[in-house]
């Protein structure tokens, strides 16, 4: 049975790091994932950014964790952050930003899906960091993303709005940069080589 902090989390699959093949993705430090799942980056409130390619399991162990922390009944919930996006500014249309604000901010561990895979505008990328600026220091937050730090005013259209999330994410975050292949194409690489 699902536990229902894990429910409540709203994980996209409920794979854990028991399920994730090491020896396929060699540039990840092991006892560094298994440092993080103490979980005590979250009484710290630290955070943890997950950086690499498609494909070599950022999603999976972001939400690793973040199954490991509901299974301990931390508060945690699992977004994509075109959709946190899109909640924020519906929520700000509709006169009730501040509620969504401290809705978001509640959550002792959210995990921030895909930062930077779809464009941000302008307008949305303040109501994202008004968020990141509420959580910071006091909440812990997971991002995976697939875009290097030095190319994130791209993302959020200002270079300063950029740095300022940037700053707040990185003051005490864990960065984990994976470089390997992708697990999904994994099976068409073999072939090939065959
Ligand atoms: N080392 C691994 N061992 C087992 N399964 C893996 C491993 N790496 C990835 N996977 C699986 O491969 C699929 C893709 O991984 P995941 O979704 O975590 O990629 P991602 O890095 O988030 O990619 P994207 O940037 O495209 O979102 C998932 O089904 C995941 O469980
Ligand atoms: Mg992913």
């Known amino acids: 049975m699902v536990h229902a902090m894990v429910k409540v989390g709203a994980f996209p699959n409920l794979k854990e790091v028991k399920d994730f093949e090491f020896e396929f993705q060699p540039s990840i430090n092991r006892q560094q994932i298994q440092d993080l799942?103490?979980?005590?980056?979250?009484?710290?409130?630290?955070?943890?950014?997950?950086?690499?390619?498609?494909?070599?399991?950022?999603?999976?162990?972001?939400s690793a964790i973040g199954i490991a922390a509901a299974k301990k009944r931390t508060s945690t919930y699992f977004v994509k952050c075109h959709d946190l996006i899109q909640n924020l500014k519906k929520a700000h249309l509709e006169n009730r930003l501040e509620s969504r604000l401290k809705h978001y901010t509640k959550y002792k561990l959210l995990i921030i899906d895909e930062i930077g895979y779809l464009p941000i505008e302008a307008d949305d990328a303040k109501l994202f960091f008004q968020l990141i600026d509420r959580r910071?220091?006091?909440?812990?937050?997971?991002?995976?993303?697939?875009?290097?730090?030095?190319?994130?005013?791209?993302?959020?259209?200002?270079?300063?709005?950029?740095?300022?999330?940037?700053?707040?994410?990185?003051?005490?975050?864990?960065?984990?940069?994976?470089v390997g292949d992708s697990y999904r194409l994994k099976d068409h690489l073999a072939s090939e080589d065959a």
């Open 37 to 62: 799942l103490t979980l005590r980056f979250i009484e710290n409130q630290e955070n943890i950014v997950f950086l690499g390619p498609s494909g070599v399991g950022k999603t999976h162990l972001a």
């Open 136 to 178: 910071y220091e006091h909440r812990s937050t997971i991002f995976t993303t697939n875009v290097n730090f030095k190319e994130w005013d791209g993302i959020f259209q200002e270079a300063k709005l950029a740095n300022a999330i940037l700053d707040r994410i990185l003051h005490h975050a864990t960065v984990i940069t994976i």
